[in-house]
Nanobody, 123 residues
Framework: QVQLVESGGGLVQPGGSLRLSCAASGVALTHYAIGWFRQAPGKQREGVSYAAPIGDAYYAASVEGRFTMFRDKVKNTVYLQMNSLKPEDTAVYYC?????????????????WGQGTQVTVSS
């Protein structure tokens, strides 16, 4: 059984940082394309960052330079380091995975999803 479990969300002041984790069981994430998505209240879910099993990650323009995705192969976990957070980053964040060797941007193509973790940026 495949599971993705996110953690690390919370309340942070503008300008602060959070690191989200996406821990996998039942699959080896090193072979999977990964995506981080977010959904703010009243808005559609949007892509934040994507990565193929090998290679650099892609970032949405709204987070470029502030967010970084990276993997820990030993822990079978993917992280999203979020710095210089803004109130508009407030959302539920999801990680997703699909067994493909290329970068995937369409959320419909992702096979496995985590349950989401709430990030709130507010003073």
């Amino acid at each position: 059984q495949v599971q993705l479990v996110e953690s690390g969300g919370g309340l942070v002041q503008p300008g602060g940082s959070l690191r989200l984790s996406c821990a996998a069981s039942g699959v080896a994430l090193t072979h999977y394309a990964i995506g981080w998505f977010r959904q703010a209240p009243g808005k559609q879910r949007e892509g934040v960052s994507y990565a193929a099993p090998i290679g650099d990650a892609y970032y949405a323009a709204s987070v470029e330079g502030r967010f970084t995705m990276f993997r820990d192969k030993v822990k079978n976990t993917v992280y999203l380091q979020m710095n210089s957070l803004k109130p508009e980053d407030t959302a539920v964040y999801y990680c997703a995975a699909v067994f493909k060797g290329v970068l995937i941007t369409r959320e419909q193509e992702y096979e496995y999803w985590g349950q989401g973790t709430q990030v709130t940026v507010s003073s």
